[in-house]
DNA sequence: ATGGCAGAAGCATTCTGA
């Protein structure tokens, strides 16, 4: 079971290249941040044709997050549904569209874009840290301690020095500071495993370059795209790699895809996909 | 320290992103 998250940075703008990446690397989920679409001009159809369900929660101009399943789609979450908090603070929080969950085929999907913050000093990390709080507790009263969960997004937040690509330069700054990174271990409770680290220990692997300075020739970069896995899936994990090639398009996103291998049998009698044939990474 | 690049809105230029 092949499962993805790529901030697309618009799916209008992007629509060829995600649709000839889906065809050529038949992923069963993807998950996609920052479609700056809202969902009555979300480009459905394109994704439908190729045998696939959607589900999004989208906006005009800015954020946008969508799910795109072979597998059937149930239990749909658009943006926080947290109850153990003033509604009122939940609405805060909904008005940018940056969450959308689900269950398919016996997993729990939650595709996140995190603020990115701006600067320490700003109201917009002030935001992006209570967003997280947030999602804490959000997660808190999704997560069930027996569930199968893939919890993946743009979290933009590098988790450590190694996922930067001058961290003498960084290391302390928006999206690599203590703050953030106590937030994001927060909600993330020691639950899950960052997926790309089971199999790449060492610093220089990039999912994001900075579309200013010539950022990707020169591949100085971030690892802020991550697909965090729940502990009880680890043995069930058999790859997780990044696309950069997509980051190398004609006009691309300045995210590249992320990508696992979760070896999960199909739980589903109307699977979308007649094609037998398993794709192998 | 500043600005570089890109997308959306909307028609010149601003806002936002990371």
Same mark, same amino acid.
């Given at each position: 079971?092949? !499962?993805?998250? @790529?901030?697309?940075? *618009?799916?209008?703008?992007?629509?060829?290249?995600?649709?000839? =990446?889906?065809?050529? /690397?038949?992923?069963?989920?993807?998950?996609?941040?920052?479609?700056? #679409?809202?969902?009555?001009?979300?480009?459905?159809?394109?994704?439908?044709?190729?045998?696939? %369900?959607?589900?999004?929660?989208?906006?005009?101009?800015?954020?946008?997050?969508?799910?795109?399943?072979?597998?059937?789609? +149930?239990?749909?979450?658009?943006?926080?549904?947290?109850?153990? /908090?003033? +509604?009122?603070?939940?609405?805060?929080?909904?008005?940018?569209?940056?969450?959308?969950?689900?269950? !398919?085929?016996?997993?729990? !999907?939650?595709?996140?874009? #995190?603020?990115?913050?701006? *600067?320490?000093?700003?109201?917009?990390?002030?935001?992006? !840290?209570? @967003?997280?709080?947030?999602?804490? *507790? $959000?997660?808190?009263?999704?997560?069930?301690?027996?569930?199968? /969960?893939? $919890?993946?997004?743009?979290?933009?937040?590098?988790?450590? +020095?190694?996922?930067?690509?001058?961290?003498?330069?960084?290391?302390?700054? &928006?999206?690599?500071?203590?703050?953030?990174?106590?937030?994001?271990?927060?909600?993330?409770?020691?639950? $899950?495993?960052?997926?790309?680290?089971?199999? +790449?220990?060492?610093?220089?692997? =990039?999912?994001?370059?900075?579309?200013?300075?010539?950022?990707?020739?020169?591949?100085?970069? =971030?690892?802020?795209?991550?697909?965090?896995? *729940?502990?009880?899936?680890?043995?069930?994990?058999?790859?997780? #790699?990044? %696309?950069?090639?997509?980051?190398?398009?004609?006009?691309?996103?300045?995210?590249?895809? #992320?990508? &696992?291998?979760? %070896?999960?049998?199909?739980?589903?009698?109307?699977?979308?996909?007649?094609?037998?044939?398993?794709?192998?990474?």
């Amino acid at each position: 079971m092949l !499962i993805a998250t @790529w901030n697309v940075n *618009s799916v209008r703008t992007r629509l060829s290249q995600i649709t000839n =990446w889906i065809k050529d /690397v038949n992923p069963d989920i993807l998950c996609l941040q920052e479609t700056k #679409v809202v969902d009555e001009a979300f480009p459905l159809s394109y994704f439908e044709e190729l045998g696939y %369900e959607v589900i999004i929660n989208g906006q005009k101009s800015y954020n946008g997050v969508a799910i795109i399943s072979k597998f059937k789609i +149930e239990n749909v979450n658009k943006g926080f549904t947290n109850e153990n /908090v003033e +509604e009122i603070i939940s609405i805060k929080f909904n008005e940018q569209k940056r969450l959308i969950s689900a269950d !398919i085929n016996g997993l729990k !999907i939650i595709n996140v874009y #995190v603020p990115n913050g701006s *600067s320490l000093d700003s109201d917009k990390f002030d935001y992006k !840290i209570k @967003w997280l709080n947030h999602l804490s *507790s $959000f997660l808190d009263e999704q997560i069930g301690e027996d569930d199968l /969960v893939c $919890f993946l997004g743009d979290f933009n937040i590098a988790p450590k +020095e190694i996922d930067i690509h001058s961290p003498q330069k960084y290391e302390g700054g &928006i999206m690599a500071s203590k703050m953030e990174r106590e937030a994001l271990n927060n909600v993330l409770k020691g639950r $899950f495993i960052d997926s790309f680290r089971i199999f +790449e220990k060492d610093s220089g692997h =990039w999912s994001w370059w900075d579309y200013r300075n010539n950022a990707y020739e020169l591949n100085k970069g =971030w690892r802020i795209d991550h697909i965090y896995i *729940s502990k009880n899936l680890s043995s069930k994990l058999k790859s997780c #790699v990044i %696309e950069r090639n997509q980051r190398e398009n004609l006009q691309p996103s300045d995210h590249a895809p #992320v990508l &696992i291998n979760l %070896e999960i049998e199909n739980q589903n009698e109307d699977y979308l996909d007649d094609d037998d044939d398993l794709f192998e990474i």
